[in-house]
């Protein structure tokens, strides 16, 4: 599991892991957060027409490096 978030959340997973984090803490901390980024980047919400239409758990306080990259995978498109 925590490979598999560390290949959509590599900056944070290095972060906490560089702050004395267990590898248990830094993947409670960033489990839901690579799950809903994998779905950004992957253009599941590309076509949404309103936020009403956002399942519950498509959005999670991401950093605006994270954002950037979503926009720029949104562009590519």
């Given at each position: 599991?925590?490979?598999?978030?560390?290949?959509?959340?590599?900056?944070?997973?290095?972060?906490?892991?560089?702050n004395?984090?267990?590898?248990?803490?830094?993947?409670?901390?960033?489990?839901?957060?690579?799950k809903?980024?994998?779905?950004?980047?992957?253009?599941?919400?590309?076509?949404?027409?309103?936020?009403?239409?956002?399942?519950?758990?498509?959005?999670?306080?991401?950093?605006?490096?994270?954002?950037?990259?979503?926009?720029?995978?949104?562009?590519?498109?």
């Open positions: 599991h925590c490979l598999s978030v560390r290949a959509v959340c590599q900056r944070e997973i290095d972060c906490d892991r560089g004395g984090y267990s590898w248990k803490i830094t993947l409670l901390r960033n489990y839901w957060k690579s809903v980024k994998r779905e950004w980047l992957n253009g599941k919400y590309s076509n949404i027409p309103s936020q009403n239409s956002l399942p519950e758990k498509s959005m999670y306080p991401m950093d605006v490096e994270t954002w950037g990259e979503i926009l720029e995978a949104e562009l590519e498109r």
